[in-house]
Protein backbone atom coordinates (compact mmCIF):
# COMPACT_ATOMS: atom_id res chain seq x y z
CA UNK A 1 0.00 0.00 0.00
CA UNK A 2 1.35 3.37 -0.59
CA UNK A 3 0.00 6.22 1.37
CA UNK A 4 0.62 10.26 0.38
CA UNK A 5 0.29 12.95 2.88
CA UNK A 6 1.66 16.59 3.15
CA UNK A 7 -0.41 18.39 1.16
CA UNK A 8 -2.17 21.48 2.43
CA UNK A 9 -2.63 25.28 1.39
CA UNK A 10 0.78 27.51 0.75
CA UNK A 11 1.01 31.05 -1.00
CA UNK A 12 2.72 31.33 -4.45
CA UNK A 13 6.55 31.07 -3.45
CA UNK A 14 6.24 28.95 -0.66
CA UNK A 15 7.19 25.34 0.36
CA UNK A 16 6.27 21.92 0.49
CA UNK A 17 7.36 18.65 1.30
CA UNK A 18 5.38 15.21 0.60
CA UNK A 19 5.55 12.59 1.75
CA UNK A 20 5.08 8.60 0.29
CA UNK A 21 4.78 5.81 2.76
CA UNK A 22 4.84 2.42 1.51
CA UNK A 23 4.21 -0.63 3.53
CA UNK A 24 2.95 -4.28 2.52
CA UNK A 25 5.25 -5.30 0.40
CA UNK A 26 8.90 -4.78 -0.90
CA UNK A 27 9.57 -2.05 -3.50
CA UNK A 28 13.00 -1.86 -3.36
CA UNK A 29 13.47 -3.01 -7.59
CA UNK A 30 10.69 -0.58 -8.58
CA UNK A 31 10.52 3.11 -10.05
CA UNK A 32 8.61 5.26 -7.91
CA UNK A 33 6.25 8.99 -9.24
CA UNK A 34 4.78 11.48 -8.67
CA UNK A 35 1.87 12.28 -10.26
CA UNK A 36 -0.69 15.42 -10.26
CA UNK A 37 -4.32 16.03 -11.46
CA UNK A 38 -6.12 19.27 -11.49
CA UNK A 39 -9.84 19.69 -11.74
CA UNK A 40 -10.81 19.06 -15.45
CA UNK A 41 -7.15 17.95 -16.59
CA UNK A 42 -5.73 14.70 -17.01
CA UNK A 43 -3.34 12.78 -14.43
CA UNK A 44 0.06 14.43 -15.91
CA UNK A 45 4.10 13.31 -14.87
CA UNK A 46 5.86 15.41 -12.01
CA UNK A 47 8.55 13.02 -11.27
CA UNK A 48 10.05 9.63 -10.91
CA UNK A 49 13.07 8.00 -9.73
CA UNK A 50 14.38 4.02 -9.15
CA UNK A 51 13.83 3.06 -5.84
CA UNK A 52 17.72 3.20 -5.19
CA UNK A 53 18.06 7.12 -6.74
CA UNK A 54 20.23 6.63 -8.99
CA UNK A 55 17.91 7.22 -11.66
CA UNK A 56 15.02 10.67 -11.93
CA UNK A 57 13.29 12.68 -14.22
CA UNK A 58 11.12 15.35 -13.72
CA UNK A 59 8.40 16.97 -15.78
CA UNK A 60 9.90 20.14 -17.72
CA UNK A 61 7.26 22.39 -15.75
CA UNK A 62 8.70 21.81 -11.99
CA UNK A 63 12.45 20.95 -12.91
CA UNK A 64 14.68 22.98 -11.31
CA UNK A 65 11.98 23.89 -8.19
CA UNK A 66 11.05 19.97 -7.33
CA UNK A 67 12.98 17.16 -5.77
CA UNK A 68 12.25 13.56 -5.72
CA UNK A 69 14.35 11.68 -3.00
CA UNK A 70 13.89 8.36 -0.89
CA UNK A 71 14.79 7.40 2.71
CA UNK A 72 15.27 3.47 2.67
CA UNK A 73 14.78 2.84 6.04
CA UNK A 74 11.70 4.52 6.49
CA UNK A 75 10.14 3.05 2.76
CA UNK A 76 9.15 6.31 2.29
CA UNK A 77 9.25 8.77 -1.32
CA UNK A 78 9.56 12.07 -0.54
CA UNK A 79 8.45 15.23 -3.09
CA UNK A 80 10.47 18.55 -1.97
CA UNK A 81 8.51 21.38 -3.57
CA UNK A 82 9.73 24.91 -3.85
CA UNK A 83 8.73 28.43 -5.64
CA UNK A 84 5.21 26.77 -5.42
CA UNK A 85 2.94 28.59 -8.34
CA UNK A 86 -0.95 28.76 -8.34
CA UNK A 87 -0.62 26.74 -11.33
CA UNK A 88 1.06 23.68 -9.45
CA UNK A 89 -2.74 22.96 -7.75
CA UNK A 90 -4.03 19.47 -7.69
CA UNK A 91 -4.30 16.47 -6.34
CA UNK A 92 -0.98 14.65 -6.27
CA UNK A 93 -0.22 11.57 -6.56
CA UNK A 94 2.44 8.62 -5.40
CA UNK A 95 2.74 5.31 -7.54
CA UNK A 96 4.75 2.67 -7.78
CA UNK A 97 5.36 0.22 -11.05
CA UNK A 98 7.04 -3.37 -11.01
CA UNK A 99 9.61 -2.55 -13.79
CA UNK A 100 12.36 -0.49 -13.58
CA UNK A 101 12.00 1.85 -16.14
CA UNK A 102 10.96 5.36 -15.33
CA UNK A 103 7.59 5.59 -16.93
CA UNK A 104 6.00 9.66 -17.05
CA UNK A 105 2.39 7.88 -18.63
CA UNK A 106 0.13 7.28 -15.55
CA UNK A 107 -1.01 3.74 -17.39
CA UNK A 108 2.01 2.66 -16.46
CA UNK A 109 1.69 2.33 -12.95
CA UNK A 110 0.55 -0.69 -11.11
CA UNK A 111 0.38 0.84 -7.44
CA UNK A 112 -1.50 4.19 -6.20
CA UNK A 113 -1.58 6.24 -3.24
CA UNK A 114 -4.84 7.92 -2.49
CA UNK A 115 -3.62 11.53 -3.03
CA UNK A 116 -3.00 14.65 -1.13
CA UNK A 117 -4.50 18.03 -2.39
CA UNK A 118 -1.83 21.20 -2.76
CA UNK A 119 -3.50 24.37 -3.34
CA UNK A 120 -1.00 27.60 -3.82
CA UNK A 121 -2.49 30.74 -3.48
CA UNK A 122 -1.34 33.94 -5.79
Known amino acids: QLQASGGGLVQAGGSLRLSCAFSGRTFSSNVVGWFRQAPGKEREFVAGSSWGGSRTAYADSVKGRFTISRDSARNTVYLQMNSLKPEDTAVYYC?????????????????WGQGTQVTVSS
Open 95 to 111: AARRTDFISRSPWGYDY
